[in-house]
């Protein structure tokens, strides 16, 4: 039994709640593209970028990516996959440590490595305008390439034509407008507000709010009013009985449950922990070192021992 | 209907028009042929040429172009012939008396002119030669002489190298241009500066924009209001970045044209032009270029070529044609080479004139990401030769050897090869500035190097005369100083100025 499955290990691994990731593991892993097509075309939009996010780590992707693409140039999933991919493979040169502990030599190969990705995605918008899984690619190689804040708007002006409430999207916008890239609490905030507001009821968008306090966690001081923010976020969206167990959302549970934890609402947090039973997601808990061992802590502190 | 016929050995194109009479006699000659060092030349020949109508009450005007000058007039029948007739008297006898007023007057003019898109794309595409000339001040005014004016009018004002036009009934009467035997002088071929394309250069100003050569044609001409519409939708009606947008498709000598698109920004906007501007670039690129908007497009093609022709507005083109050595094209001919412009048609030219761009950013933005390769903003070698450091910046090195001269800082050279030298700028103080075909420049302050003047003068000593061009002189507080011993955080010393001026090619005045 793998170390994650012993018991109080949560699970971290994505494809536990959602075995889609799994069979489209395995129809990429088999180079069946048209089963990979037909699992992704049969997706609802937001889910259809989750998915391809997910498995853009896939090992030796490139060379299948680029044949698909011969073949079609304009399959839109092909490039968006294609452009995601070498953007990991990218950013796994790059690593994710903070930039002052990056070496000149990775920082240009992380931007060669960018631009090969975007210079397929050009290509894969220009063809397929309306896929939202390929301006979600750009929005994450536009905030690598530091192509600024206004180009990042813009990309995601595209994207919210064909999807307002389009969460794999905006929470890349949301990372941009971090004080750690190109803006600030106050823009992060803004953007997480207007987000969740516009979002359907039980749609899992106000989560972004959670994301916005776990970035500027430091910063804020009004704990009272942040807590009853993010309590009125998750009744809207985790509490609330529209609330649906489909793709990412262990995630964003998880991300709430953390937002709570570390707001010292131990109620909050613990109603969620009972709600994700074993499940649990790596991020944001890797913000805080190993992901499995602090969400026990916090679940442990939380008095949620189920 | 157009009609063919000779005035005085210069062959004329007539054709009846709806509006006012209008007339232009046409020079095969522009800034295309001039070096360098005597850059403004035809400009000057122009002004002249023109200076005997004052402040007369009718329209003309004179127009100096990257490869055709003309003198045009709209008006009755007498002020035409009293105006041809008096630009080629002009051209003939030029008023040097009021040489040194209009060489004033054409440098007030360019003060307030200022730099376009179009002359920084030219620069940097084409290099300090032929039509990369656009790109640079009339740096060659200050030095002009009678001579010089005599000679080139001989060579490009004669009536073998002439066309007119008449938007009229007819010839009119007394019409008599009286202009020099000499020979037709074809437009020279187009250089090149750019080892790659696509390419970018960082353009430093709020605005965005490309150009690229392509074969000329109703497909191309289509496509460069295609690509306005598309830049115009995507720029300034979904996204709001900018508020000017516009295209312009000019045709050229040797059957190509040249596309130009320029969009503007608000400064804290840059970067969302460019984004926009690369992606409608890439869609036209990969072909997704819309079939009812050719046809809307080659419509309104129809219309304006149809109105052009009532009005005589086509002549001038045409007679562009007649002194490039292509055949004169009557409207039927166009149009009917108009109805072959289909959507395919116009994506071919759209791939080959993305394959050929040329992007000028805004600000200092990369476009490396976009798939342009950055142009070459210095040189690949310093020349063989003796290295003088400068006073009190050791690290910055200049190379002075029997090929050419080098500055080299940092990562950085420039180099201009005398064999390639585009022209030598001359101030009386001793400053010089080499600037090299490919439109790199490495410039000489002798205050900043030990044996300054002795320097300069071995420099000189090896540039051609001809490429010499004499500067006015400079104030004291222009003239840089050798550094003073340096504290730990200053600003940029006048050696460190020197080199970066010398590896960005940027106009300098």
Same mark, same amino acid.
């Given at each position: ?36 097509? +037909? ?15 997910? *498995? ?5 992707? =490139? ?34 440590? %903070? ?34 899984? *390929?301006?979600?690619? %750009? ?33 890349? #916008? ?15 905030? +803004?953007? !997480? ?13 106000? $989560? ?31 509490? &609330? ?22 707001? @010292? ?42 | ?27 095969? #000659? ?28 009718? &329209? ?20 035409? $012939?009293?105006?041809? @007739? ?23 003019? =360019? @003060? ?18 032929? &039509? ?26 004669? %009536? ?20 020099? +035997? ?90 969302? $032009?460019?984004?926009?501007? #690369? ?11 819309? +079939? ?41 001919? *166009? ?45 690949? %070698? ?41 022209? #030598? ?62 504290? !730990?955080?200053?600003?940029?010393? !006048? ?15």
């Amino acid at each position: 039994m793998l170390p994650a499955m012993l018991p109080r290990q949560s699970n971290l691994d994505p494809a536990a709640a959602y075995p889609k990731i799994t069979d489209l593991r395995a129809a990429l892993d088999a180079g069946d593209w048209p089963a990979c097509r +037909e699992l992704l075309d049969a997706s609802e939009q937001a889910e259809r970028t989750y998915l391809i996010t997910a *498995v853009s780590d896939e090992k030796g992707l =490139e060379d299948f990516l680029r044949g698909v693409l011969r073949g079609d140039p304009g399959d839109g999933t092909a490039g968006a996959l294609l452009g995601r991919h070498l953007t990991e493979a990218a950013w796994d040169i790059r690593t994710r440590v %903070r930039a002052e502990h990056v070496s000149r030599e990775q920082f240009v190969a992380f931007r060669a490595g960018l631009a090969e990705a975007e210079r397929v995605l050009v290509d894969a918008a220009a063809r397929s305008p309306h896929d939202p899984a *390929v301006w979600t690619a %750009r929005l994450v190689t536009a905030r690598g390439l530091r192509l600024g804040l206004p180009e990042i708007r813009r990309r995601y002006g595209r994207l919210a034509e064909i999807d307002p409430h389009h969460l794999p999207g905006q929470q890349q #916008v949301l990372q941009s407008l971090c004080t750690k890239w190109y803006g600030d609490a106050a823009l992060t905030y +803004e953007f !997480a507000k207007e987000a969740a507001a516009a979002a359907p009821a039980g749609a899992p968008n106000p $989560v972004l709010l959670a994301e916005a306090y776990l970035e500027h966690s430091d910063e804020v001081t009004d704990l009272d009013r942040v807590r009853a923010e993010l309590r009125e976020a998750a009744m809207r969206s985790v509490w &609330h009985p529209d609330f649906r167990r489909t793709h990412g959302w262990v995630r964003t549970m998880s991300t709430f449950a953390m937002a709570f934890s570390l707001l @010292n609402d131990q109620e909050a947090a613990s109603s969620l922990f009972r709600a994700l039973g074993k499940l649990g997601s790596r991020w944001p808990w890797e913000y805080l070192g190993d992901p499995a061992a602090t969400i026990e802590k916090f679940r442990a502190r939380a008095g949620g021992d189920t | 209907m157009i009609t063919h016929t000779e005035v005085d050995g210069i062959p004329a194109l007539v054709a009846p028009t709806t509006g006012p009479m209008h007339a232009g006699l046409v020079f095969r #000659v522009g800034l295309a042929d001039e070096p360098l060092a005597r850059r403004g030349i035809t400009h000057l020949i122009e002004h002249l040429a023109l200076f005997s109508f004052g402040v007369a009450d009718y &329209h003309y005007n004179g127009s100096t172009g990257v490869e055709h000058t003309f003198f045009h007039m709209q008006g009755a029948e007498a002020d035409i $012939v009293a105006f041809l @007739n008096g630009v080629c008297a002009g051209l003939h006898d030029l008023p040097m008396h009021r040489l040194a007023t209009e060489k004033e007057i054409l440098r007030t003019e =360019e @003060n307030g002119r200022g730099e376009s898109a179009a002359d920084a794309l030219a620069l940097w595409r084409h290099g300090a030669r032929d &039509h990369g000339m656009p790109g640079y001040p009339e740096w060659g005014l200050t030095g002009l002489t009678p001579d010089d004016l005599r000679a080139w009018t001989a060579r490009y004002f004669n %009536r073998r190298n002439a066309a007119l036009w008449i938007a009229g009934p007819g010839v009119p009467a007394g019409l008599q241009l009286d202009l020099p +035997e000499g020979t037709r002088r074809p437009a020279p071929t187009p250089s090149s500066a750019l080892p790659v394309r696509p390419a970018y250069f960082a353009g430093g100003s709020n605005v965005v924009a490309w150009d690229a050569v392509v074969d000329r044609g109703p497909s191309t001409a289509v496509f460069a209001d295609v690509l306005k519409r598309s830049l115009f939708r995507s720029l300034r009606q979904e996204s709001g970045l900018s508020y000017h947008v516009h295209t312009e498709y000019h045709p050229r000598a040797g059957g190509r044209a040249l596309l130009t698109a320029v969009a503007d920004a608000l400064p804290e906007k840059q970067g969302a $032009v460019l984004g926009g501007f #690369v992606d409608v670039l890439a869609a036209a690129r990969l072909g997704q270029i819309d +079939e009812a908007e050719v046809a809307t497009v080659a419509g309104q093609h129809r219309e304006e070529l149809t109105r052009a022709e009532e009005t005589g507005v086509r002549l001038p083109g045409q007679v562009f044609d007649l002194l490039d050595g292509r055949p004169v094209r009557n409207l039927d001919e *166009v149009l009917a080479e108009l109805d072959t412009v289909t959507r395919d048609s116009v994506a071919a030219v759209a791939a080959a004139a993305c394959a050929d761009g040329l992007l000028m950013t805004a600000g200092r933005s990369e476009a490396d990401w976009a798939g342009y390769t950055a142009a070459p903003t210095g040189s690949e %070698r310093t020349v063989d030769g003796t290295a003088y450091p400068a006073l009190g910046e050791p690290g910055i090195r200049l190379v002075a050897g029997e090929t050419g001269v080098s500055l080299a800082g940092g990562d950085s050279v420039a180099t201009v090869l005398f064999a390639e030298c585009s022209a #030598v700028l001359q101030w009386p103080d001793g400053a010089r500035r080499f600037v090299g075909h490919d439109a790199v420049h490495v410039h000489v302050e002798p205050t900043l190097f030990p044996s300054g003047p002795a320097l300069v003068a071995a420099l000189d000593a090896r540039t051609h005369p001809d490429l010499r061009v004499p500067m006015p002189a400079r104030g004291p507080d222009r003239i840089p100083r050798p550094p003073a011993p340096k504290p !730990a955080e200053r600003p940029p010393s !006048a050696a460190e100025r020197m080199v970066t001026g010398a590896i960005r090619r940027i106009r300098g005045r």
